[in-house]
């Protein structure tokens, strides 16, 4: 027996002893593993959501699926991009804003950063540099 089939043959093993642990347990040992790799990521869902709008906008404005809506509604439908991005900057804007009116104040993290730069002047200073 060769390294790499000793080695494969071990993994194996050791693969078949876990999930008959997990079985044991009533578990499903498989998918334990699985669900990270189907989450979505934020970027993907931003991604999705857009184009959902943007499919949504289409139909509507061109009317590309013949649903005879009133001229009324693609009069509304054509603008709405700049309106939507207009609210999510202002949506930022507040957050931004919010956030930074209630930034906590770290006096301790503060204290010690102060510590630490009285510490650097002085083992600079016994080096021989001076400010």
């Known amino acids: 027996m060769n390294y790499i089939s000793y080695k494969a043959s071990r993994c194996l093993t050791s693969f078949i002893r876990a999930e008959l642990r997990w079985r044991s347990r009533g578990g499903c040992f498989p998918a334990a593993h699985l669900k990270s ?3 979505m990521t934020k970027l993907l869902e931003w991604l ?3 184009s959902l709008v943007g ?3 289409a139909l509507v404005t061109f009317d590309l699926l013949d649903l005879s809506l009133p001229q009324t509604y693609r009069e509304v439908a054509w603008p709405m991009p700049l309106y939507l991005l207009v609210s999510f900057g202002c949506y930022s804007l ?3 804003g919010y ?3 209630t ?3 770290c006096d301790e993290a503060a204290r010690e950063l102060q510590e630490q730069i009285k510490e650097a002047k ?4 016994k080096k021989g540099l001076k400010m």
């Open 37 to 39: 790799s189907l989450t």
């Open 48 to 50: 999705f959501g857009v």
């Open 55 to 57: 499919a949504v906008w």
């Open 94 to 96: 507040a957050t931004v």
């Open 99 to 101: 956030r930074v009116a």
């Open 103 to 105: 930034f906590n104040d």
């Open 122 to 125: 002085e083992d600079l200073r």
